[in-house]
């Protein structure tokens, strides 16, 4: 089962902040985010370990929490090129390991 | 320009066809993925290689099969091809679990 993303779709006004919410109903790991442009493939925007290692990208930053198998991705001041739909990643365990994707986030940033 | 390519980048076929698509990693990858992303929907992990094995398999349909090969290029055959395969199959590629590699994509319609 894929993680679940919230909220499905959000509209934004450039400098505005937003904040991308990733639930597993399994425990995670390591969490990582994609962002996918319009007719383009995702793009890797970072890495989130246990212990809350992580590496930001620009103004998006990112938390962990593993209790509540929960992370959430941090985009301040957005930019109209943060447009785009924002994945989590994880790599799940039941008998093999399979890299799935939560079920996406859309953001839109208006000028 | 991730470093991954795809080939073909379209491909136009009819129902009950047979097609095969192209991937070559990045320079040093040893995993390969593959996922079906349909319009405006997410990415659906399809299967994993690894150095040329099989490392793991999500839902992917008994008429897709695919393979690595020992210069590491993979390839994804999907046969007996129905209305609801029009896709975007993307291929990915990573050296760490986790930070992928997208390809442009390959997108296939089925008339």
């Known amino acids: 089962q894929q993680p679940v993303q919230s909220p499905q779709a959000v509209i934004l006004r450039e400098g505005e902040d937003a904040v991308i919410n990733c639930s597993s109903s399994?425990?995670?790991?390591?969490v990582h985010w994609y962002r996918q442009k319009h007719g383009e493939a995702p793009v890797f925007l970072m890495i989130?370990?246990?212990?809350?290692e992580q590496k930001g990208h620009e103004k998006i930053s990112a938390s962990f929490n593993e209790k509540k198998q929960q992370s959430s991705l941090y985009l301040t001041a957005s930019q109209l090129s943060y447009s785009g739909t924002y994945f989590c990643?994880?790599?799940?365990?039941?008998?093999?390991?399979?890299?799935?994707f939560g079920t996406g986030t859309r953001l839109k940033v208006l000028a | 320009d991730s470093g991954v390519t795809q080939t073909p980048k379209h491909l136009i076929t009819a129902t009950g066809q047979r097609v095969t698509l192209r991937c070559s990693p990045r320079?040093?990858?040893?995993?390969v993925y593959w996922y079906q992303q349909s319009l405006d929907q997410g990415l659906q992990f399809l299967i994993q290689?690894?150095?040329?094995?099989?490392?793991a398999k999500g839902n992917i349909l008994e008429r897709f099969s695919a393979q690595q090969f020992p210069d590491l290029h993979s390839e994804l055959n999907l046969s007996s091809l129905e209305l609801g395969d029009s896709a975007l199959y993307f291929c990915?590629?990573?050296?760490?679990?986790?930070?992928?590699?997208f390809g442009e994509g390959s997108r296939l319609t089925v008339l």
């Open positions: 990915a590629s990573s050296v760490s679990v986790g930070e992928l590699f």
């Open positions: 399994k425990a995670l790991y390591s």
């Open positions: 989130l370990l246990k212990g809350g």
């Open positions: 990643g994880t790599e799940r365990h039941s008998g093999t390991y399979k890299y799935i």
């Open positions: 320079s040093g990858d040893l995993s």
């Open positions: 290689y690894y150095n040329g094995e099989e490392r």
